[in-house]
Every structure is written in C-alpha cells, then in structure tokens.
C-alpha cells in the first residue's frame, strides 16, 4: 500500500506534465483576452457551504462529499466543485462593491468527490472554470459559452457543439416543480428509492436520475421551458440570438438540469458534434450570492475536468508533443572541463537556452549515449587538449559533424 496511490487518485508524471502546461496556459491566455482575473480558493471549506450552496437534496452533497471533523471539533469538507468556495471569496473580500461585473477563473482546482471511479473522473480530479458576477444580459452567458469553446480550440479539441436549457427563476420554478409532480405521481411506485425520496423536496432532481428504469418512466415529462415566465422566457431567446450571431452550433435540450441545485435560469453542456462525453457544464446561479449570506447577485460559470479533456485529446489523437528536455548538453573530460562545463551550462541556461551536463560521472561513451536520451540536438565537447587551447567541440547530433568553436564565442554560436 505504500507504494499504491489511493483508489480513485493518480500521479501528474514529468512524461505528462506538458500536456497539464499546455491546457492551463490556454485557459490563462484566453481569459486574459477577455478580462478574466485568476481566482484560487482553500481545498476545504465549512461543510455549510456547499449544504446551503449546492443543494442537501444533491448527490454530490448526500452520496459524495469528503467531510469530516478537525481537532477543533468544526466540520470541514474537501470542496466537490470550484463554484461554491469562488462565491464565498467573493463575499468575504467584499468584491460585490466593486465595479461590476467581476470575471473571474482558475485554470487549477482540485475537487474531491467519493463515487466510483469512471473515465474522465477520479475521486480527486482537476478543473479548469470561470465565474462572473453582477452581468445580467444573456450577452455573457453567450460570452462565457464562447469562452470555453475557444479555450477548447486552443487546446485542440475542436468539432463541438452546445446544447443549452433554461431552468427558469424561482417563480416558474415552482409552476413547473407542480406540473411535473402532477407527472411523476402515478410513476412514483415504479422509480428508484432516491428519486422517491426527491418526490417532494425537489422533483427537478429526478428528471437527472442515471437509473435506466427511472430514465423510462420520466419519458413525456412536461419541459420547463414550456412554462417559463416572460422574463425568463426572453433571456433564453435573447441567448440563442447571441450564440447565433456568434456562429457557435447549438442545440436546445430539454433534459439537461445539471447535477447542483443552484443553477437558475441558463444551462448549458459542451459536447462533441458526433456525441461523446460531456466535455464541460455550466450555467447561470442567479440566486448563489444570496443564499450564502452576500446582497442580490446574478451569476455564471463553467467547469471542465483536466482529467478528461487530457482523455478526449488521447481519444483523437492529438496530445502535444514532448518539449525535449535539452537544446545543448557538455560532455566533458577532467575535474579542470567539469568546472568550465558548469560554467557553460549557466552561461547558456542564462541567455535562454536549455542546456544539461553529465552530473553521473559517466565515461564520454556513455555521455554522448546520454545526450541522444534526452534528444539534445548539440553537443558540446570540452576535455584537457580544448582546454587549453581556448575552444571547445560543437557536435551535431543529426548530422554526426563536429566543428571546433572559440570558448568565449560560444553562447553566440549556440543562439544562432
């Protein structure tokens, strides 16, 4: 066991860190573009947090939740999702009286949430996300759609489409929880024990259910946004205008009610084209702030999962090739060349290049084996005889040529 990392959780290896670097500089990049600020939040918070943000009625809140107690007797919980600790910070540093709206993201947030192991989602996985507060136009629930698609491209994974809801506000909420009760009563013999549970404290929850029995008896279910109020009812036209206009594919689907009890309004799923997996979710919280103790704020965002978009550009073959590890490694022979080849390496580390040298002791053989390991593509050569006439040896490794170079040229001679 002490060689074995826990079930559910994985090592980031060097041979995979570049594809991590790549990823989160495509979210910094892209949200830097558009205004965004990063946002880093602690990896466990009062456990009230997420009963009163996510939902008590939630999976995430009664099935998965790393909870505990601390020595000081206060129950604590690893955060299950980035939204819920970004709105807290929000509150607390007072950032509602700041100017509006406050766009932020983290391109790194550990999640921990207990449920079986799948593709894409561990017990400990990653998220990339944004939240924005204080914007009330649909015009960034279009923005922040088109923000994920782009940090998407960026990545590579491109050929996506969004489908896209509305949950409507808290008054069509209720019409709809009673109509779809109305629904599901005579159904409510047939479902499992958990969606009978949600019966009356939040109906909504069961149109969610993964159960295939549950998914068949849900079938016909009368659809939000039939009965959505003319305020909602608009925004979600004015969205499907503006994701229109800036030509992202859409599709409306009507099943889609995210797995968080906060979503108001907007919800939206990014998937690829020709099906596949969720690739990111999202949606509006316009009651999030104020439920957590903060004035009147409407509010959007995004997660994705590393772990899976690192799955999906496996599947399409497509992951960023490996920067090599050295542009020029010294090989040397001799105490007096080991000196002056550590003095090379923080010349040429100094001016920008990537340089290594023997730190093993090898035999020169053995070097220049070592040197083709890590696919330095130049060799410098430095032993007794080059000592002492001022030069050193640059090797090139593909065309197996050598070419002797004046010692305080070198670093020119390299940059070229």
Not at 7 to 29: F, N, S, V, Y
Not at 55 to 63: A, M
Not at 185 to 211: A, G, M, W, Y
Not at 370 to 375: C, E, H, I, N, P
Request: glycine letters at 10%; a neutral charge.
């Amino acid at each position: 066991m002490l060689t074995q990392a826990p079930k559910g959780t994985q090592d980031m290896l060097p041979d995979e860190a570049h594809i991590w670097q790549k990823i989160e500089k495509a979210m910094r990049d892209v949200c830097a573009l558009a205004g965004y600020r990063e946002i880093r939040t602690p990896a466990f918070e009062h456990t009230e947090l997420f009963l009163r943000g996510v939902g008590d009625t939630t999976d995430v809140v009664q099935k998965e939740m790393y909870t505990f107690e601390d020595k000081g007797g206060r129950s604590i919980t690893l955060k299950p999702e980035g939204t819920a600790g970004a709105a807290r910070a929000f509150i607390e540093a007072g950032m509602p009286s700041q100017p509006l709206p406050q766009k932020l993201y983290y391109s790194y947030c550990p999640v921990f949430r207990y449920e079986k192991p799948q593709a894409g989602r561990l017990r400990e996985h990653h998220q990339l996300g944004v939240e924005v507060y204080g914007a009330k136009d649909a015009s960034i629930d279009a923005e922040v759609i088109a923000l994920a698609m782009r940090v998407l491209r960026e990545i590579g994974i491109g050929d996506l489409k969004a489908n896209i809801n509305s949950l409507g506000c808290p008054k069509c909420r209720a019409k709809y929880s009673e109509a779809l009760k109305e629904f599901l009563r005579p159904q409510l013999p047939h479902l499992c024990e958990t969606c009978r549970s949600r019966f009356d404290r939040n109906p909504l929850r069961i149109i969610d259910c993964k159960v295939d029995s549950c998914k068949e008896r849900v079938q016909g279910a009368p659809k939000m946004l039939d009965v959505l109020c003319d305020e909602c009812h608009d925004h979600f036209e004015q969205l499907k205008g503006y994701l229109t206009a800036l030509e992202i594919p859409f599709d409306i689907d009507p099943g889609i009610v995210r797995g968080l009890d906060y979503y108001t309004k907007t919800v939206f799923e990014i998937i690829p084209k020709n099906g596949g997996l969720t690739i990111c979710g999202g949606g509006r919280y316009d009651g999030l702030i104020e439920t957590l103790g903060g004035p009147e704020m409407c509010g959007i965002g995004f997660g994705m999962g590393e772990e899976r978009l690192i799955g999906e550009l496996r599947a399409r073959n497509c992951l960023p090739e490996a920067p090599r590890l050295a542009d020029v490694f010294v090989v040397t022979m001799g105490n007096a060349a080991r000196i002056e080849g550590l003095k090379i390496v923080k010349e040429l580390r100094d001016a920008g290049i990537r340089a290594d040298m023997d730190h093993a002791a090898r035999s020169m053989k053995a070097q220049f084996k070592y040197a083709g390991k890590v696919g330095a593509p130049k060799v410098i050569v430095i032993a007794e005889d080059e000592l002492a006439r001022g030069i050193v040896k640059v090797r090139d490794m593909n065309k197996s040529e050598e070419v002797e170079v004046q010692r305080n040229t070198i670093i020119e001679e390299m940059q070229k």
